[in-house]
């Protein structure tokens, strides 16, 4: 296991006291804190390297290009990428809205899209307005009970030739690990591009797009220790160049008239407008700082948490779980007939922070005939010592709210 308690040191945030208690943040896969190295590097930024990139010659502006140009290649590596493969947006939900753009724009009238019955809302949503926009339907793959992707039917369901196959690589509610190498190989198989939603896999284990084989994968910097206001879109190179652009507009362009305009060569075409350099860093920063610990050794560090917090609740009477029982660092539960948003309070009470809701994924939850869930998602600075608080915590909920 990790040392979370040496790792905590660098994260200021752990420094503040709620109600009188040190705060157990266990609502990782909504957004991580951040460490001073991130918070540093953007600051570095700011003081010594602002200006616009790409747009004029002086010297500031080379350095700003090479800060946000050198991010990119960072980034790019981590994820087993080239550097211009790389396309900077604002999160993981304007990545999957800048697919589903592209993508049904280029799609046959009447062809079919295939998502999954466990999406985040940003990865149905987009789908659905291109969808309609441009004459297509929408299926769903089904799941298990448990939690799963029916991994058999799969060829059944690609059996329509969908155009696309967008995924989640990991479910934010149920902490399913999907397959993507073998749902990528089937998508291909059947003709359709492969889109990964990896807002919950880059975070927390080792994401190589070639080993995954995916067409496009999409991830959020602040969910992996970087700030708000960057996300990430890997897309193919080949397909870059046919695919038209998302937004339009300073940068993107290679020549404009009053009658038209032409493209820049990408990842510019798909990053119109000033972009967020200092995001970029930022994500930077954060990239060395996971790379330092080890993907193998975070990944590993927050499934033997989750199992071990799994242990800790099973004794509450009542208590449910939701997903399978090894995957990623996301317990999902209900006690009994408490509605979650009230054990969700009363952890409050006691300086832990879990997610209650429906963790936009609302027609996941209504498969599971739930409104809500208590979702614990831990990370490289959760100690046992806080599942043995959020243990005592549910417990007495039980006990004053059952
Ligand atoms: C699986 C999944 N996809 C997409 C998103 C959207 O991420 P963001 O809000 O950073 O765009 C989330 C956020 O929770 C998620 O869990």
């Known amino acids: 296991m990790l040392d979370p308690e040496k790792i905590r040191k660098d994260f200021p945030i752990f420094k503040r006291k709620f109600k009188g208690s040190a705060l157990a943040y266990l609502d990782n896969a909504a957004t991580t804190q951040k460490p001073c190295q991130v918070m540093e590097a953007m600051d570095d930024y700011y003081r010594n390297f602002n200006a616009n990139p790409h747009r004029g010659a002086y010297r500031l502006v080379a350095d700003a290009t090479e800060r946000y140009e050198s991010a990119r290649k960072n ?19 304007e990545s999957l809205n800048l697919v589903a753009t592209v993508v049904c724009q280029q799609a046959a009238p009447g062809s079919s899209i295939l998502l999954t019955q466990m999406e985040h809302h940003s990865n149905i949503v987009p789908w659905q307005m291109n969808a309609k926009r441009h004459n297509l339907r929408i299926k769903y793959a089904k799941i ?9 039917d799969m060829p059944q369901e690609l059996a329509i030739r969908p155009a696309v196959f967008s995924f989640t690589h990991v479910s934010n509610v149920l902490g399913t690990i999907n397959d993507a190498v073998k749902l990528c190989r089937l998508a291909h198989e059947s003709g359709a591009l492969a889109c990964v939603d990896a807002a919950q896999s880059v975070p927390h284990m080792k994401v190589d797009v070639r080993k995954i084989g995916c067409d496009f994968l999409a991830f959020s910097g602040h969910k992996m220790l970087g700030p708000t206001g960057i996300g990430v879109l890997y897309m193919r190179r080949d397909l870059q160049e046919t ?15 009053f009658e038209g305009a032409t493209w820049n060569s990408p990842p510019y075409k798909f990053e119109a407008g000033t972009p967020n350099v200092a995001g970029a860093v930022g994500l930077s920063a954060a990239v060395d700082y996971l790379k330092k610990i080890g ?24 208590i449910k779980f939701y997903g399978p029982k090894k995957g990623a660092g996301i317990v999902s539960y209900n006690i009994g007939k408490l509605h979650a948003h ?26 599971m005939g739930e409104p809500a869930t208590c979702r614990a998602s831990v990370y490289i600075y959760n100690s046992e010592e806080e599942v043995h608080r959020l243990a005592a915590s549910m417990k007495r909920a039980q006990k004053t709210l059952g």
């Open 75 to 93: 980034i790019a590596a981590f994820i087993g990428a080239r550097q211009e493969e790389i396309i900077f947006t604002r999160n993981a939900t």
């Open 144 to 152: 298990r009970s448990y939690g799963a992707l029916c991994m058999e």
């Open 243 to 257: 695919l038209p652009p998302f937004l339009v507009g300073g940068d993107m362009i290679k020549e404009v008239t």
């Open 295 to 318: 993907m193998e050794k975070i990944e590993k560090h927050e499934q033997e948490l989750a199992s071990y917090c799994r242990e800790k609740l099973s004794g509450i009477p009542g």
């Open 342 to 367: 009230d054990v969700g309070q009363f952890a409050d009470e006691d300086g832990i922070a879990i997610r209650t809701g429906h963790h936009c994924a609302q027609p996941l939850m209504k498969l």
